[in-house]
């Protein structure tokens, strides 16, 4: 699906349409956030993209304005318990399930439309789109949302936990983060234990 196979549906019917993203599944630290976005039509964003084309500062600038301009916004997130209680994937649905629930206004969504090609359960019509960040202008603007929203969340960590250099890599697994874990050891509640190489430095057998 594209932008223009949209007009194919009658306006009405989906008036509302909600993209999602998220960032993060790579991570060995953090949560994995989502968001989910429904554009206002009359209020256009310009530079909307798959917010990994775009640079910190673009990010920092278009996200303000996301949540200024959009109908409706939302932002929800997945702890690294719950990743290695319920595994990636279904972590990331869940996160996916809460943006979308916590949507400003109560705002219900006629259709929603998914980066990937999988999509979460939820009880409203989906469509996934593979590289849909960049491809339909909503998801672009919810990736934009995970994006800063998580960031946000990772400087507050460093800041807590200089040391661990999280502003600098974001939680991934940098040769420099992993120097900084053999160093200083695993923080409570932040690593995601069924990842590798924590999960082998813990010995972590299953159990979150």
């Not at 939302?74 to 990743?83: M, Q, S, W």
């Not at 996934?128 to 994006?147: P, T």
């Not at 960590?157 to 040769?175: N, V």
């Amino acid at each position: 699906m594209s932008e223009s196979d949209l007009d194919l549906f009658a306006p009405e019917q989906f008036s509302r349409i909600a993209g999602v993203d998220e960032v993060g599944r790579g991570c060995l630290a953090g949560p994995v956030v989502a968001a989910a976005v429904i554009l206002d039509p009359a209020r256009p964003i310009e530079g909307l993209r798959d917010s990994k084309k775009l640079s910190e500062a673009r990010r920092e600038e278009l996200a303000p304005v996301i949540r200024e301009r959009a109908l409706a916004w939302g932002v929800g997130e997945a702890t690294p318990e719950e990743i290695d209680r319920l595994n990636i994937l279904q972590a990331t649905f869940r996160a996916m399930q809460r943006a979308l629930e916590g949507l400003t206004g109560g705002i219900r969504p006629t259709l929603v439309l998914v980066d990937g090609n999988r999509l979460p359960k939820i009880d409203i019509r989906a469509e996934a789109i593979v590289k849909g960040d960049d491809r339909m202008q909503a998801i672009s603007a919810a990736s934009i949302l995970a994006k800063t929203s998580r960031d946000a969340e990772l400087r507050r960590l460093d800041a807590l936990y200089p040391e661990y250099g999280f502003a600098r890599h974001k939680g991934y697994g940098t040769a420099a983060h992993i120097e900084a874990i053999r160093k200083f050891g695993l923080i409570p509640g932040i690593y995601r234990k069924s990842f590798e190489p924590v999960r082998t430095m813990t010995g972590w057998s299953g159990e979150a």
